[in-house]
């Protein structure tokens, strides 16, 4: 079982930055892909950006070029560097991990709101 804790949202003009960490549980961290998904009101989750256990990364193309994901293996932690901050990134940010050898994300964090004004 995997538990896994969004932080770092919060209310930014257009332009900002913010980061996001998502802290995983257990010592098995090495051996999952983690993603990031969002949802706004009244829209379907969509995905964001994912990392692999090896460090292969993808990006949905509203993001490519303005959100980096990357990992820390030693903290148990995923992070969502998001420069460049528009209007249409708000939503609720939610973690998400899957095993090395599964395309289904099974564990999913409760989410952290983030908001970008103007």
């Known amino acids: 079982q995997v538990q896994l804790v969004e932080s770092g949202g919060g209310l930014v003009q257009a332009g900002g930055t913010l980061r996001l960490s998502c802290a995983a549980s257990g010592r098995t961290f090495g051996n999952i892909n983690m993603g990031w998904f969002r949802q706004a009101p009244g829209k379907e989750r969509e995905f964001v950006t994912a990392v692999t256990w090896s460090g292969d990364t993808s990006h949905a193309d509203s993001v490519k070029g303005r959100f980096t994901i990357s990992r820390d293996n030693a903290k148990n932690t995923v992070y969502l560097q998001m420069n460049s901050l528009k209007p249409e990134d708000t939503a609720t940010y939610y973690c998400?991990?899957?095993?090395?050898?599964?395309?289904?994300?099974?564990?999913w964090g409760q989410g952290t709101q983030v908001t970008v004004s103007s």
């Open positions: 998400a991990a899957a095993w090395r050898w599964s395309a289904a994300y099974e564990y």
